[in-house]
C-alpha cells in the first residue's frame, strides 16, 4: 500500500484509540496480504506529524507510543469545556515522585532521610493509584523495604517518551522557587543599655545618658593629641573631647605664622 493510502487508516486509529499506540501495534492492523512493514507505518507516522504544524493537534511520541493530543498553546481555552478543575498536587507530593524518578530503585526510609520528614502513606497509595510508581524489589536489609520505580504511564502523564527527557538536576537547583521571594525589612533601631561601651561608638546625646559616659570618661586617660590641630590621633574616638584643649589651641595655624614659631610653640606646649 502506498503512503497516501495508509495515512487515512492510521490517523482514524491512533484517534480512536484511548491509549498511545505503538508501530508494532498499528501494523497488526493489516495482514500479509496489505504488505505493509514498519518502515511505511513509521515514514506514515513521520507524514501525519508534519501535517499538524500550524494546528491545535499534535502527532507525540510518549513512553506508550504515538497519540494525538492539544498543543499547549491552545490547551488554556481547551480546558474551558470541562466544569471540574484540574487536579493539584501538594508539594510533598511532588518532592517525593521527583525523588522516586531521580533516584530509583529507592525506598521508603531512604526518602523520608532525604526530605527529612516522614512520608504519608496517602501520598504513596495516591501514587500506586494513579500507576505512577509500583513495586520493581526489595532491598536486602533488615526489613526488607519495598523500592519504588516510575512506570510508562509517569512518562505519559508528564508528556516524556523516556527519562532521559528529564530536565537535569542542574537546572531543578537553578530554579527559584517564587514563594522564597520576600522583602525583608530594616529592623528598628533600639538604643542598647546597661552594657560595656563600644570604644568605636557614639556618645548617647540625651542628658542621663550623657553624665554617666562623662564620669567614665573621666576616669580614662585621656589619648595623645597633636597640639595645633583640631584632630585626634588615629586611635581615639571621634567622640571624645579632650579637656585641655582650647578652641584657640583647637584653631589651625594662620597662614602668616612662621615655621619656627610652630614649632617652637609645639616644644614649650610638650614642656
Keep these: 500500500m502506498q503512503i497516501e493510502q495508509l495515512k487515512p487508516i492510521i490517523e482514524a486509529a491512533l ?17 500479509e496480504a496489505d504488505d505493509v512493514d514498519h518502515g511505511q ?10 501535517d499538524c504544524a ?4 499534535e502527532l507525540k511520541q510518549v513512553a506508550s507510543g504515538f497519540r494525538y493530543q492539544v498543543r499547549q498553546e491552545v490547551h488554556p481555552w481547551i480546558t474551558r469545556m470541562w466544569t471540574e478543575k484540574p487536579s493539584r498536587y ?22 523520608e532521610q532525604i526530605r527529612g520528614v516522614v512520608v504519608s502513606t496517602n501520598i504513596i497509595k495516591t501514587m500506586e493509584e494513579r500507576e505512577w510508581i509500583r513495586v520493581v524489589g526489595y532491598r536486602d536489609v533488615p526489613g526488607k523495604p519495598a523500592l519504588f520505580g ?3 504511564a509517569f512518562l505519559d502523564y508528564f508528556n516524556l517518551k523516556s527519562l ?6 542542574s537546572e531543578i537547583r537553578d530554579m527559584e522557587d517564587p514563594q522564597l521571594r520576600f522583602e525583608q525589612e530594616p529592623l528598628p533601631v533600639r538604643a542598647v543599655r546597661d552594657l560595656p561601651i563600644d570604644p568605636d561608638g557614639e556618645i548617647p546625646t540625651d542628658d542621663a545618658d550623657a553624665d554617666d ?18 584632630e ?25 605664622v612662621e615655621p619656627d614659631a610652630a614649632e617652637q610653640d609645639t616644644e614649650e606646649y610638650r614642656a
Design 90 to 111: 501538594s508539594r510533598a507530593l511532588l518532592e517525593t515522585l521527583a525523588l522516586i524518578a531521580y533516584r530509583q530503585p529507592i525506598t521508603r526510609p531512604e526518602i
Design 232 to 256: 585626634s590621633g588615629s586611635h581615639m574616638s571621634p567622640s571624645v573631647e579632650i579637656p585641655t584643649s582650647t578652641a584657640d589651641e583647637a584653631a589651625p595655624p594662620a597662614a602668616d
Design 54 to 57: 500550524g494546528r491545535g493537534i
Design 213 to 230: 559616659t562623662t564620669d567614665i570618661m573621666a576616669d580614662a586617660p585621656a589619648p595623645a593629641a597633636s597640639p595645633g590641630s583640631g
Design 41 to 50: 507505518i513509521a515514514r506514515v507516522l513521520e507524514a501525519l506529524a508534519d
Design 150 to 152: 516510575t512506570t510508562r
Design 15 to 31: 484517534l480512536a484509540s484511548s491509549q498511545p499506540m505503538t508501530v508494532h501495534q498499528l501494523g497488526d492492523l493489516f495482514n
Design 164 to 169: 532521559d527527557q528529564l530536565p537535569p538536576l
